[in-house]
């Protein structure tokens, strides 16, 4: 399988927009640099950031085992997705694949370029229907998501079966891993040269606490991360984004500090939650969240509004009817939710 043939017509032949930032790369510190129409006058945000994120790319590189080349860095992991769109997926033409109950970024961004959606429900325990899935897809089928763990239901899919998708699927498979610092399951990420339609995406938003820096990473092969490369915004992710994710990256000791205390909260809620008469079931979690049933989700989900605690309703999802998705939070804040959860009434 030679994914390149997967690529649209235009952009196979597009050249990425050379920056002045790119044109001129060995920089040493006493170049004077006057091609970018810059104020020269340093307050240490005056320059352009680096187009390709080299410190960062270099820290995650050596991270996660995975040369530099097959990192490509977005504004959030949602940026990177829309990349992959607009490489492989020809408007009004094409059709991606995904697998509801999940994330809804994937079909928002397919209704944004025109591309349609086929969607194959995840089973009653939430995971992928292979043969289905290999049945719904065409030949312009360019897409397949898989979110893994999956957001809301909170699971990882069997290993076995994402397997199968990738050996058999004649376009590219995308694994979305923005949990999979959560997760007992490990990462795609050590299979990239087994497979050449394998793209993953990680985040900075979740497991390392900088949603607010939007910092997506995606991992694939060195060709398909030069066409990504060859169509991003030159100055994606900015200056503050950069030095914020170097400055977490090189404290990774905290981040699984963190990991840990949240990982042991889920514990706790989930012991605690089964004692909530409402709730009617609780889904096994390899996330930082949990999916539980209850006996009226907008009813309860407005009782905890009012008390001040917001969680997100999913019970308008497939398979998630009276549904909601509660994020693991602080012990603090774990506490007064299974406070306010046991004195609302029956
Ligand atoms: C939160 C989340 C993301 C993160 O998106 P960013 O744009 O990187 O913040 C990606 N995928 C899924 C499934 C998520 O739940």
Do not use: H
Not at 77 to 89: G, K, N, Q, T, W
Request: glycine fraction near 4%.
């Amino acid at each position: 399988m030679n994914v390149l043939n997967l690529i649209r017509e235009n952009i196979k032949s597009m050249q990425p927009y050379a920056s002045a930032r790119d044109e001129f790369t060995e920089s040493t510190s006493d170049m004077v640099f006057l091609d970018a129409n810059e104020n020269p006058f340093n307050n240490g945000l005056n320059r352009y950031p680096d187009p390709q994120q080299q410190e960062v790319k270099k820290m995650l590189s050596e991270m996660k085992a995975v040369s530099t080349e097959n990192i490509l860095l977005g504004n959030g992991s949602d940026e990177v997705l829309d990349l992959i769109f607009r490489a492989f997926c020809e408007p009004n033409k094409d059709n991606i694949i995904i697998l509801p109950p999940t994330y809804g970024m994937y079909k928002v961004l397919a209704d944004i370029n025109a591309i349609d959606v086929i969607e194959v429900q995840l089973t009653s325990d939430f995971q992928p229907k292979t043969q289905t899935i290999l049945l719904a897809a065409n030949e312009k089928s360019k897409l397949l998501f898989l979110c893994s763990p999956n957001n809301p239901t909170g699971n990882s899919f069997s290993r076995v079966q994402v397997e199968i998708v990738l050996r058999q699927f004649k376009g590219i498979v995308v694994i979305d891993e923005a949990y999979i610092d959560f997760s007992v399951q490990e990462s795609w990420l050590n299979c990239l040269e087994e497979f050449p339609n394998l793209i993953i995406t990680q985040t900075l938003s979740k497991a390392y606490g900088m949603a607010g820096i939007r910092l997506g990473v995606c991992y694939a092969s060195k060709e398909v991360i030069a066409v990504l490369n060859s169509i991003k915004p030159p100055y994606n992710v900015n200056e503050l984004s950069q030095l914020k994710a170097l400055e977490r990256l090189s404290n990774i000791k905290e981040v699984q500090n963190e990991i840990e205390q949240i990982k042991n909260q889920k514990e706790i809620l989930l012991k605690e939650l089964k004692e909530v008469v409402f709730i009617e079931q609780i889904y096994p979690s390899d996330a930082n969240f949990l999916l539980i049933k209850v006996d009226n989700a907008t009813e309860r989900y407005e009782q905890l509004i009012e008390k001040g605690i917001v969680v997100r309703n999913r019970s308008n999802q497939p398979l998630c009817e009276n549904c909601l998705r509660i994020s693991v939070g602080t012990a603090e804040e774990n506490t007064q939710l299974i406070k306010v959860l046991k004195r609302l009434n029956k």
